[in-house]
């Protein structure tokens, strides 16, 4: 029997979520995976609560996210609330993705890295500023860093590059990575809408944000089409690396061009081979009928890999839901374990 | 730098193209995974050559299949053909299928987990009979059984279960799993044929066998569906467990009735939960367009998997060929590896 303990830095819907799991699987992980998971501590922005013999789920999971959830639980426990120390196996970094600077989850990660700690990041900020540098640290110390949470979530998209395709050569990566950018175009192309009702429809349907520039204008994609590079193909790529070209030019003029070819208008994150390096692109594309990818529709993500000796794998589902994100951390933190 | 001796029993077209696979791999292998690959011996009808230090692949792979290739390769080397001693770090099983009696694949993985050898079986027909029995007995060894060549090879299918859902609660599978009768079906719809047409095209084309029973009777996928629910879901079943029906009284009339409700006929393998138990069954079912398994078409396979945790996630690909099936071989074994 294994013991892991396990900090969780950022308490929103996913970290939460990630806490629920652990609670309902406890007896999975025992009995299937030879593993006892004790969440020793939760950071949030008002501070930690730690338990060196692991906090009760079973109170914490009843309790709400975010600050108000860790104050309960410490006042509940008689604990003080103390500053974040990074100490134990697997940082589960759940913290808001930062795009500038990385921050808090860079600090998180190079501490745990310190403390020889495999890490499973579902939060971007941080791996797109120096995944590379990371990944260098970490195998210095023997530890991993996985991170499929950051990259489309509940669709496998890491695993079956790491998994699925280990020892074939991957030619090209293309993939629709944001679930936003697709309900906008899947509703202008079904709704013959204007790519500013579209807009407005995911705003109220809470699919885009008050301010969807990252969704809409690529960059989103971007980060996660960069990660999937350098984790899977061994690049040293930065976002500035990365051709990025957003859909809020489409117009109903394009929808019905794409119609009339049968075609349907797709976000495609792309990183391909030419002559010896791989190039990164973020831009709308014409999809035809016979690439797999035209039929990921709304919300739901889809990723395209092709390969010299497997041919083409598709995989499509994943649509965004905390709870995927947190399943996809929980995965990451069981493949972890198992190629100790 | 680990070293891992190989034994290839089954020579055919699969086998030929993983020992050019590792040939070619070598590099990738030490470099990538810290492994030294010997093959130290390949079985064929004729015999085993056999050589400690591991045979040289640069040879090997410019010889034909089979007893032709190995008897080639003994004389060049001026070794004895041997008869089969099944010793080393791993054994990978591609001998014909053999659904009846599973042997002689079945004496080998036996043997080969007597001598705690890892297993990566290619072939379905040992696996058929007595998968969760094989299980137990590596389990208790200490070693591993790895099959994605017998679960529709390239596509990735067990990987998914195994590292993509790891964690997940999976409530149904429902797969595309015989590229043969997904060619007739696709045929018969798209050049309005009649079963009988469509079988012929698929024979002249090499895509159907000459007894194509195994393929458009349903037992091929009934053997597939029935490995992963073994493998994935715990079961302990048996191919009588499964309720299978063919393609072959699929009428040009049906074909007309699923069109006119835009749906599609594909023969569908199910294994999913009712009440406490997994059921199993492959018929031929009218898909509606929301479900992605429509756009699977030809000789291409696919897989829908029902999560709680993380939804649906469906892929598709691995159209057959016998480098995908090698492939699917070879990155069981970086699996295994890594898992160590």
């Known amino acids: 029997?294994?013991?892991?303990?396990?900090?969780?830095?950022?308490?929103?819907?996913?970290?939460?979520?990630?806490?629920?799991?652990l609670y309902r699987k406890k007896e999975l992980f025992l009995k299937q995976y030879h593993t006892e998971l004790m969440v020793t501590g939760v950071v949030g922005s008002v501070g930690m609560v730690?338990?060196?013999?692991?906090?009760?789920?079973?109170?914490?999971?009843?309790?709400?996210?975010?600050?108000?959830?860790?104050?309960?639980?410490?006042?509940?426990?008689?604990?003080?609330?103390?500053?974040?120390?990074?100490?134990?196996?697997?940082?589960?970094?759940?913290?808001?993705?930062?795009?500038?600077?990385?921050?808090?989850?860079?600090?998180?990660i190079k501490k745990a890295l310190e403390a020889n700690m495999d890490i499973v990041s579902v939060s971007k900020g941080a791996l797109v500023h120096c995944l590379p540098e990371l990944l260098a640290i970490a195998k210095g110390k023997g530890c991993h860093i996985k991170y499929s949470g950051a990259t489309a979530a509940a669709l496998p998209t890491l695993d079956i590059g790491e998994f699925s395709l280990?020892?074939?050569?991957?030619?090209?990566?293309?993939?629709i990575l944001n679930?936003?950018?697709?309900?906008?175009?899947?509703?202008?192309?079904?709704g013959n809408l204007t790519f500013e009702k579209a807009l407005q429809l995911a705003q109220e349907n809470g699919i885009a944000e008050k301010n969807p520039e990252l969704d809409i204008k690529g960059l989103d994609s971007a980060c996660k089409i960069l990660l999937l590079a350098n984790g899977l193909l061994h690049t040293n790529l930065t976002l500035e690396d990365v051709d990025i070209d957003g859909i809020d030019k489409i117009t109903k003029a394009d929808i019905q061009r794409a119609k009339i070819n049968s075609c349907e208008w797709k976000l495609i994150a792309t990183a391909k081979k030419q002559r010896d390096k791989f190039i990164l692109q973020v831009k709308p594309e014409m999809i035809p009928p016979e690439n797999p990818l035209i039929h990921v529709k709304g919300t739901n993500k889809g990723i395209l890999f092709e390969t010299e000796e497997m041919g083409a794998i598709c995989c499509v589902g994943g649509a965004s839901h905390p709870r995927g994100a947190a399943a996809a951390a929980m995965k990451d933190m069981i493949n972890l374990i198992r190629q100790e």
């Open 50 to 108: 730690y338990e060196s013999e692991g906090l009760d789920l079973s109170i914490l999971h009843q309790l709400p996210t975010g600050s108000i959830g860790i104050s309960q639980y410490a006042s509940m426990k008689d604990l003080v609330l103390e500053s974040p120390a990074i100490k134990g196996d697997i940082l589960v970094e759940c913290t808001p993705t930062n795009i500038e600077t990385g921050e808090p989850a860079l600090s998180y």
């Open 166 to 175: 280990a020892g074939s050569t991957i030619q090209s990566i293309k993939g």
């Open 1 to 21: 029997m294994k013991q892991k303990r396990i900090i969780v830095t950022g308490y929103g819907t996913v970290g939460k979520e990630f806490i629920e799991l």
């Open 179 to 190: 679930g936003t950018s697709n309900f906008i175009l899947t509703s202008m192309s079904e």
